[in-house]
């Protein structure tokens, strides 16, 4: 997440839910769809939404971006690092950087959330199965990895859409396609017949 100068990861004050900020500022870190969602979430509690990124604009759908726009409550920062957080027991300050002038500056809110994005904690298979340029796991229609006989389903998977019912659906198309995987082995036929025109050779559900 955030280090200070000195390398640490300082986590405090760190939030994933917003009731606690009833009334309060509070500052999102990101600039895509997560954070954008999440500071317009946040407008139900908090007095004032920061949204600060490093990027020049918000990365976020275009449906997202024109409801932050239309928040008075909501200040989105653009070309901003967050490169400190300081405090004693809690979050006091959060210190930024512009990217383009370098200038340092501080915000002071009650919390913040954090929303840069995933590391897919794939290191087990990586050896074994294709990865994609994040790490992410690469896979075919069937859910398939580079390795036959391994699957993959959820946020981990490349191309998912990072969705809890996604993940869940995912899950169960990965389950039918091993079973189909299977099915074929079991049977005593030489070879697992997934891919036939993008439908499964057997299809018992
Ligand atoms: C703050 C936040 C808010 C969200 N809000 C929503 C929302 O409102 N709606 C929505 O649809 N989605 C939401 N999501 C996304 C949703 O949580 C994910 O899409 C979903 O949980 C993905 O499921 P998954 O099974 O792929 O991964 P995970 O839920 O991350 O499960 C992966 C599991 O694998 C385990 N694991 C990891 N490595 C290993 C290992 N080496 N060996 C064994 N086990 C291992 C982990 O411990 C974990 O239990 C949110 C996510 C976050 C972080």
Same mark, same amino acid.
């Given at each position: ?22 009334? %309060? ?40 971006? %024109? ?19 300081? $405090? ?41 199965? %294709?990865?994609? $340029? ?53 049977? $005593?036929?030489? %070879? ?14």
């Amino acid at each position: 997440m955030v280090a200070d100068e000195a390398g640490e990861i300082q986590v405090f004050g760190t939030q994933w839910c917003g009731d606690f900020y009833r009334g %309060e500022d509070v500052l999102v870190v990101g600039g895509g769809n997560s954070a954008g969602e999440e500071g317009l979430f946040l407008t139900r509690f908090a007095r004032h939404v920061t949204i600060a990124t490093r990027d020049p604009e918000l990365t976020a759908s275009k449906v997202v971006i %024109e409801k932050v726009a239309e928040r008075p409550d909501i200040d989105v920062l653009t070309n901003i690092n967050t490169v400190e957080l300081k $405090g004693e027991s809690h979050l006091e300050t959060v210190v930024v950087e512009d990217s383009l002038t370098g200038e340092r500056s501080e915000l002071r809110p009650a919390g913040m959330f954090v929303f840069i994005g995933l590391t897919p904690n794939t290191e087990i298979v990586g050896e074994l199965v %294709e990865l994609d $340029g994040q790490g992410f796991l690469t896979t075919d229609a069937w859910l398939q990895t580079s390795l036959p006989g391994v699957f993959a389903a959820g946020d981990a998977r490349s191309g998912s859409t990072k969705q809890a019912a996604s993940a869940a659906g995912e899950g169960a198309a990965a389950a039918i396609a091993i079973r189909c995987y299977l099915g074929p082995l079991a049977g $005593g036929m030489a %070879e697992p017949q997934l891919d036939r025109g993008g439908m499964p050779a057997v299809m018992e559900v």
